[in-house]
């Protein structure tokens, strides 16, 4: 029987050589370096790490030698694989740090870019416009009041003071729902916001102070200056000692609030029934302000050069009104007025045809500011 292999020697073995093993930890250690990305180290990893790689079988190598050599070699062999153990994960945090720092730029997403690249809607520049009118009045304490669409022929017509058979109904050529019957109001399409006057006094203690905008019918044809669909702006106020300076004071700082300060106001006698006094309400024209008029060669677009615009009608309140809504007209008195809402954006921002504000294309609201 032979004696223990006492006299092995590992540096004999050549994988467990010192200078074999520096050789293979420098040429893990080089190609770990080499590594461009996280894939290539994963094959390094493998070739030079893994549990055929050159170390790995060195290490195998070991368990054959004779005690006394294990640990040298053990030593040798596995500082070499600590080493390149520790080389693989310094490289991989590496790589990983430059693989996020660059899906960082890469991926970056620019927060302050618009989200939503489909057209926004907006409200149509009518109800905008209608608005503003109608918060000049609130600001000056009027309410807002509101009607039916669908409005009784009584609130329409006989409560303000049109006369079945008065020619004045036929001013207002009418859509009609519903024939009277058995003693009970016919329905109309309300062919003004006037109904709402009757409306408001029924419905609220005096004194009254209210605006009321609306929608409107008549049988008009459509076309450039005419809708059969239209907008109103009605104002009211019922209060003791109403005189028609104030109708002139609250239509002047509508004027002056609405299109510019220093404007003036003029009334030209006018007949509604359910007003009398009656006028039709003219505003200096804020553009020219008066001076084209006899200037042909400074023609005014907004007011034809005739210096005056006409926003709408008013009155004094007719007493048969105020009686009609259960008004005492010995110790209340009061006016109305009504403007065209589709006129005033006419005129407000030179629209020169009223069936571009009807018929509902994107491009026209478009080129109005997109108030939402
Ligand atoms: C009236 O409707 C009265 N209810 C106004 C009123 C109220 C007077 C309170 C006195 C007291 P008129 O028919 O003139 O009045 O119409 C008023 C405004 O409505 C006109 O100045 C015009 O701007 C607008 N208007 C009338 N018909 C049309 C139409 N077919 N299309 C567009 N706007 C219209």
Partial sequence: MSAPNNSYDPVEVTALHPDEVARMRDEALAAIAAAASLDELKEVRLAHAGDRSPLALANREIGAL???????????????????GEAVKARQAALEEERDARVLVEEAVDVTLPWDRAPRGARHPLTTIAERMTDIFV???FEVAEGPEVEAEWFNFDALNFLPDHPART?????????????????????????VQVRALLDRDLPVYVVAPGRTFRTDELDATHSPVFHQLEGLVVDEGITLAHLRGAITAFVQGMFGSGLRTR?????????????EVDMECFVCRG????????PCRTCSSEGWIEIGGCGVVNPRVLTAAGVDTDRYSGWAFGLGVERTLMFARGVKDMRDMVEGDVRFASAFEREI
């Fill in 267 to 279: 009334f030209r006698p006018s007949y509604f029934p359910f007003t009398e006094p009656s006028a």
């Fill in 171 to 195: 001013m207002q050529d009418t859509f009609f729902v519903e024939a009277p019957s058995g003693g009970e109001s016919g329905l109309v399409l309300r062919t003004h916001t006037s109904p």
């Fill in 291 to 298: 001076a084209s008029v006899g200037r042909p060669e400074a």
């Fill in 66 to 84: 004779p005690p006394a050599a294990k640990a040298d070699a053990g030593k040798r062999v596995g500082g070499a694989r600590r080493e390149v």
């Fill in 139 to 141: 600001g000056m304490g």
